[in-house]
């Protein structure tokens, strides 16, 4: 049985999250690669991050798509609150952190065995995830464009 070790809410896939929606997906791909790829160094992780975090620059090309307008995309926008609002924000977050939460953690231990227990630990992780990036987004802010 798996020990109950917390939850560990990560804010570095933030740096995808922002990217620009016109960013090239090769850029994209290679900076989620870079900055996983990071971070398993510092935790001595195997890859896990890094592959997390592909996964979650892989599937922001297509929420974005799905999600906003022609005229996001001719705009260039930067998926952040100030941007598109907090609810969009949160939605936005919350599914791309969820996504990425699951996979750190399935990979990490690597059994579908305890499986009610890792998705639990993936949802508040990417809750409490969101909540830290809507604050660190408001503390970044300009004080004249606050939503």
């Not at 090239?24 to 991050?49: A, E, K, M, P, R």
């Not at 939605?91 to 750190?104: G, M, P, Q």
Request: aromatic share 22%; hydrophobic share 55%; net charge neutral.
């Amino acid at each position: 049985m798996l020990h109950y070790n917390g939850v560990n809410p990560y804010i570095y896939p933030l740096f995808i999250l922002l990217l620009p929606v016109n960013t090239s997906y090769f850029l994209l791909l290679s900076l989620s690669f870079c900055i996983g790829f990071f971070v398993d160094l510092l935790q001595f992780t195997s890859g896990i991050h890094a592959a997390a975090t592909v996964l979650t620059g892989f599937l922001r090309i297509f929420f974005l798509r799905f999600s906003l307008s022609k005229e996001n995309y001719e705009k260039n926008i930067d998926p952040n609150i100030k941007e598109k609002g907090v609810a969009w924000f949160s939605i936005y977050a919350l599914i791309l952190l969820f996504i990425h939460h699951f996979v750190l953690y399935f990979l990490e231990v690597f059994t579908f065995s305890e499986f009610f227990f890792t998705f639990l630990k993936a949802v508040l992780s990417a809750f409490t995830s969101v909540l830290i990036i809507i604050l660190i987004e408001y503390l970044f802010m300009p004080t004249s464009k606050k939503v």
